[in-house]
């Protein structure tokens, strides 16, 4: 099993980009969320998924979009990017009390 | 509204000594995590306390769960350089909440 996969590792947007983090996992989770994590700080909840077809905010989704279309993909969309956005996203998968955690996307905006 | 808060925030250890790092949270649970990250890297699962006195020990690692006092510690003994790393623990409240994570540096 693979875990969970991110894509991309790195990237720089220029202010008012637009771009989707992709979230991967091959668990058969149902639940799935993304965090971000500034630096120094611990992680916040973005958005998570309780299965296909469900989403929820979570603590600070403002400028973001998610979708669950299918149980393994969990994309992460930023419109409109703002250097607030600069930080390190990571997505997570569940079963019960586990999480497992994707090796992060680091994000910069300039 | 939960709120979790870890202290110390930085702990600077020389090799051999035993130290505790502290995590409160401010309403009921009944599940906390601990976690470790290295630099640049995801975050590694130490534990899973799911019970009022639950104790859990890995090598030098010991966490204990008090949910009656809300806290939670995790106990290093005989610190070694590996050890060397930020730990968060995470409550459960419906969604995982985060402490800011200790930053901890053994020195040999």
């Known amino acids: 099993n693979a875990g969970v996969t991110q894509t991309p590792k790195f990237r720089i947007l220029k202010i008012g980009q637009s771009m989707t983090l992709q979230c991967t996992q091959d668990?058969?989770?149902?639940?799935m969320y993304w965090y971000r994590q500034d630096p120094g700080m611990g992680l916040k909840l973005i958005y998570y998924?309780?299965?296909?077809?469900?989403?929820d905010k979570g603590e600070v989704p403002n400028g973001y979009n998610v979708s669950r279309s299918t149980t393994e993909d969990f994309p992460l969309r930023l419109e409109l990017a703002a250097p607030s956005q600069t930080s390190v996203y990571f997505c997570?998968?569940?079963?019960?009390?586990?999480?497992?955690f994707g090796p992060g996307t680091r994000l910069t905006v300039l | 509204e939960l709120k979790v808060e870890q202290n110390p925030l930085f702990l600077s250890m020389q090799e051999g000594k035993n130290y505790t790092i502290y995590c409160n949270y401010s309403?009921?649970?009944?599940?906390l995590y601990w976690y470790r990250q290295d630099p640049g890297k995801s975050l590694e699962s130490l534990f899973v306390l799911l019970s009022n006195g639950a104790v859990k020990q890995e090598g030098r690692l010991m966490a204990s769960l008090d949910t009656k006092a809300r806290l939670s510690t995790l106990h290093i003994t005989a610190a070694v350089h590996d050890l060397s790393a930020t730990y968060f623990c995470a409550v459960d409240g419906g969604a995982l909440v985060f402490g800011a994570g200790t930053i901890l540096r053994v020195k040999s």
């Open positions: 997570a998968s569940s079963r019960v009390n586990e999480q497992f």
């Open positions: 309403t009921t649970s009944d599940r």
């Open positions: 998924s309780v299965g296909a077809g469900i989403t």
């Open positions: 668990m058969n989770h149902n639940y």
